[in-house]
């Protein structure tokens, strides 16, 4: 068999095996693009690893392809050094004249592109676009190394994460060609969170490379000291249920000893009721704190609210209102964690250095804890009765939990050279839409003479911002699957979100471009 009908017959072979994988249809000629992936240092792979899922090292995913990044941008010199970085491609909309979506994938593994009924797929949809969904370095199976030491980790930063994108961007350009007209492709970035703020920064640094962004609740100041989020959770939770939280707290400090110890039998028996025995006292204290926080980051307060009203209903006092907490976390928020267990509080388990593609604490608290900090502080300036978290969860906690996870002392967040890069949260430039949900706690990772600006403008250096104000409009809410039962706030968010990019893109269906705009 001739060299060129091999490769047709495994592009047609990928093509195939990606619809099944991911419930793609894929147009007649849509393996156009990855047929042309093998050049320039793009490889074209299917990879199926044939491992159970949720056993250690298990990355099971169909249509995966690999790029070749460099490992050290900022290397001077002869610079070979690279890695593997997996990314995926929709290509289900695409007719050859819309724009490419960048989706940046943030903190954790990448399993797929964001097609389907997701919003970015809708947007696909309606401007006829190619997704292209990439894995961030040192998160799923994008590792440069075999293991997360201390040393390996000096790679992992905002600033690598970014020019990862531009080399993405430039080399997957290039082997895409021109769109049917002739004329260059328009990208654009998405991302939520911290991939949004990535989203945000690279509209930023490479305004010729990345026409527009959608940011959706991107923290763009770089916070040490992070009171503010606790300030946010007692304005989203109702009165009755801060109050019940708030006697939580204090049942569960009366019953725990000193920090930093496991506390006695008092303090045990309690652990036991979380199934948490194995934590230290402070380490206890933030998994209880992120309980919390957790449930209004994801629109779960309602969850959370209801546990604990059932209690009272009940007659029950603090002890009872504990055990509510209690049956609520193990339900609600054990599953979230990475090992499904509190161990992932551990300090010790933060130590270790082992990779598994689903596992990403180790490798975000390294970016909090060297580069933006974002620590969730007990607001130190109200009184002890007004807090969402204990107070023993407080700055000198995280330092001691960065230098027990990583060995370095000191190692602090750079904040200042995060807001030297990127502009801090002035972000003078134009096309992005930033998004946050009202009971969102890191809206308020913005100085807050900005955030009341672009509340008060509708936007800022000919960007837009929107508040999505509607119950349990949490962190991301406007990135989930579109429903025919949304609330009426969100669906008006998403509607400008593609009304604005339609115009900013100069797209087919663009309308009252200059209120979009």
């Not at 204090?250 to 028996?269: F, K, M, V, W, Y």
């Not at 926080?293 to 007659?315: M, S, T």
């Not at 000191?410 to 002035?426: F, H, M, W």
């Not at 706030?489 to 087919?508: E, G, K, S, V, Y």
């Amino acid at each position: 068999m001739a060299s060129s009908q091999r490769r047709e017959l495994r592009v047609a072979l990928l093509s195939a095996l990606v619809s099944v994988g991911s419930g793609l249809n894929s147009p007649a000629d849509g393996g156009r693009s990855r047929q042309k992936l093998q050049e320039l240092g793009v490889q074209n792979l299917l990879q199926v690893t044939p491992v159970a899922p949720g056993q250690p090292g298990a990355s099971v995913w169909l249509g995966a392809q690999w790029f070749k990044q460099t490992l050290d941008h900022f290397k001077r010199g002869e610079n070979t050094e690279t890695f593997d970085q997996k990314y995926f491609v929709d290509d289900t909309h695409y007719d050859g004249s819309g724009p490419v979506i960048l989706y940046i994938n943030g903190e954790a593994p990448l399993y797929s592109a964001p097609g389907g009924s997701s919003f970015t797929g809708y947007m696909a949809q309606q401007m006829k676009a190619m997704i292209v969904a990439v894995e961030h370095r040192f998160y799923g199976d994008s590792h440069p190394f075999s293991d997360m030491s201390t040393s390996s980790l000096r790679y992992l930063n905002s600033a690598q994460a970014l020019l990862d994108l531009r080399k993405f961007r430039i080399t997957y350009d290039q082997q895409l060609g021109p769109r049917q007209d002739g004329t260059p492709h328009q990208w654009v970035v998405v991302g939520g969170s911290y991939a949004g703020s990535l989203a945000a920064w690279s509209r930023l640094r490479f305004p010729h490379l990345f026409a527009a962004a959608h940011a959706s609740s991107a923290p763009i100041e770089a916070i040490d000291t992070f009171t503010r989020f606790d300030i946010q959770l007692q304005q989203s939770l109702p009165q009755g249920c801060q109050d019940m939280v708030r006697q939580v707290n204090q049942a569960i400090d009366a019953r725990l000893g000193p920090a930093n110890e496991t506390g006695g039998e008092s303090a045990i028996t309690l652990k036991r009721i979380f199934d948490a025995e194995g934590l230290t006292n402070d380490d206890f204290s933030y998994l209880i704190a992120d309980s919390v926080a957790i449930a209004v980051q994801y629109g779960q307060k309602g969850k959370l609210c209801d546990r604990l009203n059932q209690a009272a209903l009940e007659g029950a006092g603090p002890d009872q209102l504990v055990e509510a907490f209690a049956s609520y976390s193990k339900r609600v928020f054990y599953p979230t964690l990475e090992t499904g267990k509190p161990e992932a509080y551990d300090a010790g388990y933060l130590q270790r250095p082992n990779i598994a593609a689903e596992k990403n604490a180790r490798q975000w608290l390294w970016q909090q804890c060297s580069e933006f900090g974002w620590f969730q502080t007990f607001p130190a300036e109200q009184p002890a009765e007004t807090g969402m978290r204990l107070k023993r969860v407080d700055r000198k906690y995280f330092s001691t939990l960065c230098t027990r996870a990583f060995g370095l002392k000191p190692l602090e967040p750079d904040v200042q050279t995060v807001q030297k890069n990127y502009a801090g949260a002035e972000l003078n430039t134009s096309r992005i839409f930033f998004t946050f949900g009202r009971d969102d706690p890191w809206q308020s990772a913005w100085p807050e003479g900005a955030l009341k600006r672009m509340e008060r403008e509708g936007g800022h250096g000919g960007g837009k911002y929107m508040r999505i104000e509607c119950d349990d409009c949490a962190h991301c809410v406007d990135l989930g699957h579109i429903g025919y039962d949304e609330q009426p706030a969100l669906h008006a968010t998403r509607a400008a979100i593609l009304a604005a990019f339609q115009c900013w893109l100069d797209l087919p269906g663009a309308s009252n471009c200059k209120e979009a705009s």
